[in-house]
């Protein structure tokens, strides 16, 4: 008989993850990624311990440690007095203390890595979702371009508007938070002889900057805000922002933020989005991971990275029941992750993470392979409120 087969919609950071870590217990793997090509595009991300466990077993944690920066600290500073209002030990004590490193690096860098660690061909690129069909026997995709593919397991890691979740709950637009993130990247050489942190938030009472190195070199730069804005225009993913509104948006900010913003090539300005804990992860043939299941703000700097362990926690539940029992699997997922998640995305939600010297251990010591895995029939206490609008 040939392998069940495997279709993962979407080759972000979570569907790529699926698809290297399926690929590596020796399944039948495709991903369809609407995009006709991947782009550098000027974003940072932050890699915990709890994701660089989960590279290891990729393969990519040697070229991540020689690629990213190795912050010694996560430092949080006033955003008037620059006063250090909380410093969380990073660097060789993420080693000793969660068992592996801490990494800041260029999105697209990481993303350029892993896609290098799934087979060559197992990307097929303009692949836009037009529609799903669970048979009972297999599932039925049709894209845009007019071709049909056929799957015994969908993986939905399609993003905050999933075609996946649509097609397992109505179509319904993610929530406006009420927040804007503006984003720029830009040589560091731009910043002169200031001395900056390796990674840094700066607060205020309803807003932040945080910043850090994007490289092991140390020679890109990255600030990521949030920015309370009433309103945005349903549908838009993504507007040119500049200095001048960046300078509004901080005015009374430390002049080490005020530098930041005036060597900033240029910057662009993004919605937060958000939705209330889903009522279901699967149905049938089908399953969600990362911000199809459950997108979040990216305040504790773990939605990446909760993509990334649903994505290793869905690999382990397969080999647990094996691929004929999805229905099994995907239960056990589910009840391995959702509370897990929630907790996250609540916690990016209040925007608290490490303000004060808070222990990161829960997040951090977290070992998706090794966590006890709990049944479906008892599942993990549920964060089940919904989150509400404000910041």
């Known amino acids: 008989m040939s392998k069940p087969r495997i279709a993962v919609i979407g080759a972000g950071l979570g569907g790529v993850a699926a698809a290297a870590l399926l690929q590596r217990r020796g399944h039948d793997v495709r991903l369809f990624e609407q995009a006709p090509v991947f ?35 996560w430092t949080s500073r006033d955003w008037r007095s620059a006063e250090a209002i909380s410093q969380i030990p990073l660097g060789d004590y993420a080693v000793k203390t969660y068992g592996a490193s801490y990494l800041t690096v260029h999105r697209g860098d990481f993303h350029a890595l892993m896609t290098q660690a799934v087979a060559s061909g197992t990307i097929a690129f303009g692949k836009c979702l037009q529609s799903v069909e669970d048979t009972g026997d297999d599932v039925r995709l049709t894209f845009a371009d007019g071709s049909v593919e056929a799957a015994d397991i969908v993986i939905g890691a399609d993003g905050v508007n999933s075609k996946i979740r649509e097609h397992l709950l109505g179509a319904e637009p993610p929530r406006y938070t009420g927040y804007v993130a503006h984003r720029a990247v830009f040589p560091a050489s731009l910043l002169g002889n200031r001395p900056y942190d ?23 730069y990255y600030y990521v805000t949030g920015v309370p804005q009433a309103e945005w225009p349903e549908g838009v993913s993504m507007v040119d922002s500049g200095r001048e509104e960046m300078r509004e948006a901080f005015a009374g900010f430390h002049p080490d933020v005020q530098n930041l913003i005036d ?15 889903l009522p279901l992860w699967s149905r049938g043939r089908l399953v969600l991971l990362g911000d199809a299941c459950h997108p979040m703000k990216p305040h504790m700097a773990q939605g990446a990275a909760m993509a990334i362990e649903d994505a290793a926690m869905l690999t382990r539940c397969l080999d647990e029941t094996g691929l004929a029992d999805y229905t099994g699997a995907f239960a056990l997922y589910e009840a391995n992750r959702a509370a897990r998640a929630s907790k996250v995305q609540r916690v990016s939600h209040d925007n608290t993470w490490l303000r004060t010297n808070e222990d990161p251990a829960w997040v951090f010591a977290y070992d998706v392979f090794s966590v006890p895995l709990v049944s479906p029939a008892a599942p993990a206490a549920r964060a089940n409120e919904p989150a509400s609008a404000e910041g």
């Not at 060597?263 to 804990?277: A, F, G």
């Open 39 to 73: 782009s550098r595009l000027g974003a940072g991300i932050h890699l915990g311990p709890n994701v660089m466990k989960i590279m290891r077993r990729i393969g990519c944690e040697e070229a991540l440690g020689a690629m990213g920066s190795h912050p010694d600290y």
């Open 198 to 220: 390796m990674c840094v938030k700066w607060w205020s009472h309803d807003r932040h900057m945080m910043v850090y190195y994007v490289t092991e070199k140390r020679d890109e």
């Open 263 to 277: 060597v900033s090539p240029s910057i662009t300005k993004w919605p937060l989005l958000e939705r209330d804990p």
